[in-house]
């Protein structure tokens, strides 16, 4: 699936940091049967790749899927590797975002400031990741998107959750970041599943406003 299609059908990036390679197809299961369709595996889980590769394989269909963490341009050929088509970042490094546009994956660079943002964007990065967006605020968004090129696209990631959406949506977001909200090490899928229902409606009615 690619990511433009799985973006439109639900925007959340499902942050599944610290999953292991036995848990994460049922995981992923859960997250899709309830409309999530992008996931990131941060690559300070345990084997990561693997986990990616296995998503890679089993949901390509279903979603798109790749790594967070990612730090140099040689994990971004890692993740490349196996089968990953999403690269993420806490920070603005334009070597990670010119290897990963040059493998024509979809680069999601961390950003605070508007020189790490527009850096970003003449890196090539479509996307932007706002971290930590949580002490920061909507209206710090607002600011933001002012002077942003209306074709840039922020996505809020760090401290946002299904409560304030609506807010963060009304400041021009255009995607979210969701980790601990939705999964940590050990979540039940059932859980899980539970979880990204009621952030997907959440999505949902935020969207609608």
Not at 93 to 116: D, H, S, Y
Request: net charge neutral; proline share 8%; glycine share 10%.
């Amino acid at each position: 699936m690619k990511f433009e299609e799985a973006l439109a059908e639900m925007p959340i990036v499902a942050i599944l940091r610290g999953i292991t390679p036995d848990t994460v197809l049922t995981v992923a299961d859960a997250l899709v049967s309830a409309g999530i369709r992008l996931v990131e595996v941060p690559l300070n889980s345990p084997q990561p790749l693997e986990s990616i590769s296995r998503l890679a394989r089993e949901f390509s269909d279903r979603m798109a899927c790749g790594a967070g963490t990612v730090l140099d341009p040689n994990s971004v050929d890692l993740v490349h590797g196996a089968g990953g088509t999403l690269v993420v970042t806490p920070n603005t490094n334009p070597g990670v975002i010119f290897r990963g546009v040059a493998k024509g994956m979809t680069v999601i660079p961390g950003f605070v400031t508007p020189t790490e943002a527009f850096a970003a964007l003449q890196a090539g990065a479509k996307y932007l990741k706002l971290f930590p967006a949580g002490p920061l605020g909507p209206a710090y968004l607002k600011a933001l998107n002012s002077v942003l090129p209306k074709s840039a696209a922020v996505f809020p990631v760090g401290g946002v959750g299904a409560a304030d959406l609506s807010a963060w949506v009304a400041a021009g977001a255009s995607g979210f970041g969701i980790g601990a909200e939705l999964f940590r090490p050990g979540s039940d899928p059932v859980e899980v599943h539970r979880r990204a229902t009621m952030l997907v409606r959440a999505c949902q009615q935020a969207q609608a406003r």
